[in-house]
């Protein structure tokens, strides 16, 4: 095995989640958490059934909400990270089959073309993109 190839598979093993995968095993441990609250509050019978739902309910969305904020923090960070310059990108689209597509099917679709070819574009910054073409 080479060094390349050997880098490789290291990165492929250390690839971060995704934000929706994150996402989602945050709010299966938040369901654990949730029953286990509930069931401790029946069981030790320090509530009844009805009023330890409702406690582990507000528990729950309380919990949900701060992982769904702390998620569109890190995809919002992840963008701005990752924007591209309208420079760069009018490099690295095909501006023929863009102007094409905006005399065909219009500016909308083209702009969605320039995304689609540039996925660190803002929106902004694609739409004056397409419009200088």
Do not use: H
């Amino acid at each position: 095995m080479n060094d390349q190839s050997r880098d490789d598979a290291a990165n492929k093993s250390r690839t971060p989640l995704s934000s929706n995968k994150l996402m989602l095993l945050w709010f299966g441990a938040i369901l654990v958490v949730a029953v286990c609250i509930w069931v401790g509050l029946v069981l030790t019978k320090t509530s009844d059934p009805a009023s330890a739902t409702y406690t582990v309910a507000g528990i729950c969305v309380f919990m949900a909400a701060v992982v769904d904020i702390a998620t569109r923090n890190k995809r919002r960070n992840a963008a701005r990270r990752n924007a591209t310059s309208i420079e760069e990108a009018r490099g690295r689209i095909d501006a023929a089959e863009v102007r094409a597509l905006k005399d065909k099917s219009g500016e909308v679709r083209a702009v969605k073309a320039v995304r689609s070819q540039v996925p660190g574009l803002s929106l902004t910054d694609a739409v004056q993109l397409v419009r200088s073409l």
